[in-house]
């Protein structure tokens, strides 16, 4: 069946910090890759996607970049903000259907002035 | 603000009550789900309607009764729940095959 791993957290980054956070998965087929992030007290908003092989995704500074070869779609960003502070989840659905998406447990992502 | 709606934000129930779930969107997907959030963990995925019929459900005790009276609104029916049932109950909506999930703001749930 299809898993998505992902580093465990929290994560605890300094303002302006460089953020990586590891997603790789397993998968048949070539099926689509999302981070989602959830912010304290709220549902999850999609942050990006790609859909086929190194397609990069980015929104808001964020980056993913879907590597087939390593299975993986690490999520980056340049310079993090005190407003990043959410969980941070990566998942994947399969080619064709955004029916049953595949979750990682979520990395906490906490930064500080 | 979320395009997908969701009613209550808060719902504290005892196990013989019989309450309900509300979830709404204008976006024109037809497809509309149902999951399952404890805390610290991922979404789980309850319920799938695809085109106001029922498509997936992931093996959810009847005490769950989804309902899909138009392509904008769905429902989530309890019913004698237990506790380990708490949890935020997320709604979600897509469009077509590849479309991405465009989640609500959840229900907390609280069974006492």
């Known amino acids: 069946g299809n898993s998505v791993t992902q580093m465990e957290g929290p994560v605890t980054l300094s303002e302006e910090a460089f953020l990586t956070i590891n997603c790789t998965y397993t998968?048949?087929?070539?099926?689509?890759l999302f981070w989602y992030v959830q912010y304290p007290g709220e549902g999850l908003q999609l942050l990006l996607k790609?859909?086929?092989?190194?397609d990069k995704g980015s929104n808001k500074g964020f980056e993913a970049t879907y590597r087939k070869e390593t299975t993986s779609f690490h999520l980056e960003k340049g310079s993090v903000q005190v407003s990043d502070s959410a969980v941070y989840f990566c998942?994947?659905?399969?080619?064709?259907?955004?029916?049953?998406?595949?979750f990682g447990t979520g990395t906490r992502l906490q930064v500080t002035l | 603000d979320t395009e997908v709606t969701q009613t209550p934000k808060h719902l504290v129930m005892g196990m013989t009550n019989k309450k309900s779930l509300k979830c709404e969107q204008h976006?024109?997907?037809?497809?509309m789900y149902w999951y399952k959030q404890k805390a610290k963990k991922p979404p789980e995925l309850m319920f799938v309607?695809?085109?106001?019929?029922?498509?997936i459900n992931e093996s959810v005790p009847s005490r769950f009764s989804p309902e899909c009276p138009n392509s904008s609104l769905l429902n989530l029916h309890l019913h004698a729940l237990q506790p380990e049932d708490s949890a935020l109950y997320l709604c979600?909506?897509?469009?077509?095959?590849?479309?991405?999930?465009?989640f609500g703001n959840g229900t907390r749930l609280t069974v006492t």
């Open positions: 998968a048949t087929g070539y099926p689509s």
């Open positions: 790609a859909t086929k092989a190194d």
């Open positions: 976006m024109g997907h037809r497809a």
């Open positions: 309607y695809s085109y106001e019929k029922l498509s």
């Open positions: 998942a994947l659905s399969e080619a064709g259907t955004a029916s049953k998406l595949t």
């Open positions: 979600a909506s897509s469009g077509v095959s590849d479309s991405p999930l465009h």
